[in-house]
């Protein structure tokens, strides 16, 4: 999720004038600017890497890390590898791990109810991206409890501004260096600002359409629905009814096949040391 205001707890759910601008800005520049320039002066093989590269890495950073380590503690991991997570995640514009856990939790607790941040029950809009431009009213802070003992969790928290400008500095420095200004230019649209949308895309998906189109093999229990089709576009978290009704598995495809590259990534890590205590449930179907 984009940036949020206060927690307070008004008798409405306030509208976010900054939230709205900052997504009509990206979208805009997404939809519109980036295409246009890309007619003129063209994009390189070298920037199309660049975007891809850091896509999958920014991606990783909130399935891997906010998701599964931070919302849910389905694996652990020394704090110097939590942190390169978090910044990679910080880079997704989705609000810090503190801001976007504590939401996540909600939603899990509250799933399809008022108090569900992305309720579903609201419409495609709403569970897409429309809940962003309003503050909750039901923000608590029992969410946060857990999350605010983790000091990387804090650290990330206290930096997020700067995390983010780093994302966007990255490409634009890395497209310099290749290309001159013009290479600097269309690394940070494509590696920058259009990756930055493409993976806000990429989680939105799962909070509207994996609420809505899929398969209940597990649960029905709530809205939450299996989509091996969403999962290719969102690095495996597809698989939602399971992710839903086992919530601490650190997978959300829970077969070999299924197509999780965010799983593969957390037990590849854990057979050279980086990840541990790898939680698993013996699936069921319902």
């Not at 306030?14 to 246009?36: D, E, K, Y």
């Not at 002066?41 to 890495?57: A, K, N, R, T």
């Not at 989705?94 to 899990?108: C, E, M, T, V, Y």
């Amino acid at each position: 999720m984009l940036a949020t205001a206060s927690d307070a707890t008004p008798t409405a759910s306030p509208f976010s004038p900054f939230n709205f601008a900052l997504f009509c800005a990206i979208v805009g520049a997404s939809v519109i600017g980036i295409p246009v320039y890309g007619y003129y002066y063209g994009f390189s093989l070298f920037d199309w890497s660049l975007f891809l590269v850091l896509y999958i890495v920014t991606g990783m950073g909130i399935t891997v890390g906010y998701h599964r380590l931070v919302s849910h503690q389905s694996f652990e991991c020394p704090n110097w590898v939590k942190a390169g997570i978090l910044v990679a995640g910080g880079w997704a514009l989705q609000n810090s791990a503190l801001k976007w856990g504590s939401d996540h939790i909600r939603h899990h607790a509250k799933t399809d109810e008022e108090e569900d941040p992305y309720n579903a029950s609201k419409g495609f809009w709403h569970s897409h991206c429309g809940w962003l431009f309003y503050s909750s009213i039901h923000r608590k802070d029992k969410y946060e409890v857990r999350l605010r003992r983790d000091p990387v969790v804090m650290w990330q928290h206290r930096f997020y501004w700067p995390i983010v400008v780093t994302g966007l500095l990255l490409p634009f420095a890395l497209g310099l260096w290749h290309g001159g200004w013009q290479g600097g230019i269309s690394g940070f649209l494509l590696g920058g600002l259009f990756r930055m949308f493409m993976v806000l895309n990429s989680t939105f998906t799962i909070n509207s359409l994996c609420h809505m189109v899929g398969a209940q093999p597990y649960s029905k229990k709530d809205s939450s629905r299996d989509s091996w089709l969403v999962s290719f576009v969102s690095f495996g978290e597809g698989y939602h009814n399971f992710h839903h009704t086992y919530a601490r598995d650190y997978r959300n495809g829970p077969q070999w096949y299924n197509f999780d590259p965010s799983k593969w990534i957390i037990y590849t890590l854990s057979l050279i040391g980086l990840t541990s205590n790898l939680r698993r449930n013996d699936p069921t179907v319902g």
